[in-house]
């Protein structure tokens, strides 16, 4: 499923950004949803995850109380709404698609589709 995302760009340190993640197609909903990030130099990692059902959310200990994940399944589209932002917060969002199952999970490997990445700079 292509996957585009928006919504980066510049943020002072504790402000706020929304990322959106758009996915064509009819089956969005049967996809769990990630979104990972990858600084310069380092691997990408795990952000926050959806379940298909919107029943179920995970999040990376280093986001936890600050970013939140939501879908809407009606307008195929996963956001990410960042707050308290920190320098550290720097890297490149990826949203990720997977399906074949109900569980989120935290590995890069076990997502199949993914977006183009966009960049979210967070300096004074």
């Known amino acids: 499923v292509p996957l585009v995302e928006s919504g980066g760009g510049l943020a002072q340190p504790g402000g706020s950004l929304r990322l959106s993640c758009a996915a064509s197609?009819?089956?969005?909903?049967?996809?769990?949803m990630g979104w990972f990030r990858q600084a310069p130099g380092k691997e990408r990692e795990f952000v926050a995850g959806i379940s298909r059902s919107v029943s179920s959310t995970y999040y990376a200990d280093s986001v936890k109380g600050r970013f939140t994940i939501s879908r809407d399944n009606a307008k195929n589209t996963v956001y990410l709404q960042m707050n308290s932002l920190k320098p550290e917060d720097t890297a490149v969002y990826y949203c990720a698609g997977r399906n074949g199952g109900m569980l989120i999970m935290t590995s890069p490997q076990s997502y199949a589709y993914w977006g183009q990445g966009t960049q979210v700079t967070v300096s004074s």
């Open positions: 197609g009819r089956t969005f909903e049967s996809y769990v």
